[in-house]
């Protein structure tokens, strides 16, 4: 869809604002658009943002409710307003006086999801250090009168495809850079839980000096590095697209082997790569491309390092 938009004159953000909306459309993975991923209390909240790598301007929205083109709502925020990031009910008026309709984005599997979760004791979630224990039962939970701390629990306990995100990055034919990303978040986050999706520099990174790049995975250890910012900071250096990719996925296994992610990279040359963190049952990352020396979209698979 993306590449269409380019093919028929569409600008590289509109390329970016279509290709991930169709994402949203298609519910891609369960993980992007309405209907998936529902929170603690059983709502699915989207995250979204958008970069014009040419004026650095970011659009993006968090814990957007009721409203499912959450990407839309992103390049709105670039187009009218002086802002960079809305969140919450407020980003929901924003978009309904942007034009958006309030829609429900709960459906019946979404219901499923969250009621099979409730009949596992609520696991897994994402509480710690509290009464009751989160690892036994559901909440409400509450800080303890003492407080002992735990080892933070391991990301193999969660399902690999519980996170992710569409990330994408678009390189025009003058060498602009725009990208963007959709997600509707960790399933059975807590309320008000934002990832590093809408993040500048996190979820994803534009520059049309530099190259592009997005980040899917585990986002709350990855916002923490700000993997797509350093991937184009390298790319800016010179280094290889795989290299840069590689060098940030290196850098986030320092602190957090376990850790869950994939970064795409691409530089103004149209030259690209990727990178993953290689954990049980995670040792490939797949990615789509399309470029005028490719005659369709084509996978493309790298193993994790």
Known sequence: TAW????????????????????EIDQCDGSVGYGGSPDESGETTLDAMIMDGNTMEVGAVADLRRVKNAIGVARKVIEYTKHTLLVGESASLFAVRMGFPYEDLTTQKSLSLYSEWLNQSCQPNYWKNVVPDSSQSCGPYKRPGKVTYKEEQTISQRSFHNHDTIGMVVIGVSGTVASGTSTNGAIHKIPGRVGDSPIAGAGSYADSTAGGAAATGDGDIMMRFLPSYQAVEYMRMGTDPTVACQKVISRIQKYAPKFFGAIICANTTGSYGAACNKIPGFTQFHFMVSSPLLSQPTEQVVDCI
């Open 4 to 23: 269409r938009v380019l093919e028929s004159g569409g600008s590289e953000l509109d390329a970016v604002e279509r290709g991930c909306g169709q994402c």
